[in-house]
């Protein structure tokens, strides 16, 4: 197994925005933190799992393959947020032997899906079908997507409007200031839906079985993401995990008490600054086009 030189903090209950987040326990630097004991037992022990990730930082992905890996057993299910449903008919192909892992990516159109690179996803798609796990889509198709976000109220009403608010300013922040106003509400809604779908299929494991979720973390906070999703359906064995680059943003950092653990990774360099300048040649393109 990879040895990855990572810091691993554990922070203990359930954790809220706003808050001050408690001294951690345990914490310590160290190799192989896929089979640390403490992570190991709150991992083994929750009926479902949450693992975020940072979409392009390729050491999120192996930590998740990793711990897929160790972790799966025959019947589990692993939820993808990066798989629609219009996708999953090839999944259950590729499940059932009818697809080769080699012809996967071409099968699912995956260069066209804005997701990075295969090389990082592919992985946990192989290791979750060696495993004997079922895999389920975690995401409605772009056009149904818009047109249930366009909805003046989120539905299913899941959020505060407190919370609905702060939404609302991360879907700002996050698309540096340039989405127009009259977005900033349907995106926020089309997060909520994502949210609620996830939560809904995670309930689609087995009597008996674990079910792990992969997705951003924004869509695995407690506060207000797919656990919150999951209390409201009457589940409450949920254990979080967020993978966090080490030179995360101030505007990251109320994120650090949002998961019942974070795992601390290098970054690839890149800051918010960074992004906005790749979205501002991307909005440009489209005006162009």
């Known amino acids: 197994m990879t040895k990855i030189a990572l810091s691993l903090i554990v922070l203990m209950g359930s954790l809220l925005v706003g808050c001050t987040a408690p001294d951690p326990y345990p914490s310590a630097s160290v190799f192989d933190t896929v089979n640390s004991t403490q992570l190991a037992k709150n991992i083994s022990s929750a009926e479902y799992v949450m693992i975020g990730e940072k979409h392009d930082n390729p050491a999120h992905h192996k930590i998740q393959a990793e711990l897929l890996q160790t972790f799966l057993k025959p019947g589990d299910l692993v939820v993808f947020e990066m798989i629609n449903e219009l996708q999953q008919p090839v999944i259950d192909q590729f499940l059932a032997n009818k697809i080769a892992y080699e012809d996967l990516a071409t099968e699912l159109n995956w260069s066209e899906g804005g997701w990075p690179g295969w090389e990082y996803y592919g992985p946990l798609f192989k290791v979750s079908k060696d495993a004997g796990a079922q895999i389920l889509y975690g995401s ?50 089309l997060q909520v839906i ?36 999951l209390q409201k359906k009457g589940e409450d064995n949920i254990f979080v995990l967020g993978l966090i680059e080490e030179e995360a943003e101030p505007a990251e950092w109320e994120l650090f008490t949002t998961y019942n653990a974070i795992w601390i990774t290098e970054g690839i360099g890149k800051t918010h600054e960074d992004y906005c300048k790749g979205l501002k040649k991307r909005f440009s393109s489209h005006k162009k086009n």
Do not use: W
Not at 155 to 173: F, G, N, T, W
């Open 140 to 189: 409605f198709p772009r056009q149904k997507l818009m047109k249930q976000g366009m909805l003046k109220i989120a539905r299913p009403k899941v959020l505060s409007d407190e919370q609905m608010a702060e939404l609302d300013q991360e879907i700002r922040y996050s698309h540096c200031k340039m989405l127009p106003e009259n977005m900033v509400r349907p995106m926020s809604n």
């Open 194 to 229: 994502k949210d609620d779908l996830m939560a809904t299929q995670l309930r689609q494991k087995k009597d008996g079985a674990q079910a792990f979720l992969i997705a951003g973390n924004g869509h695995t906070r407690m506060d207000r993401g797919v656990p919150l999703h």
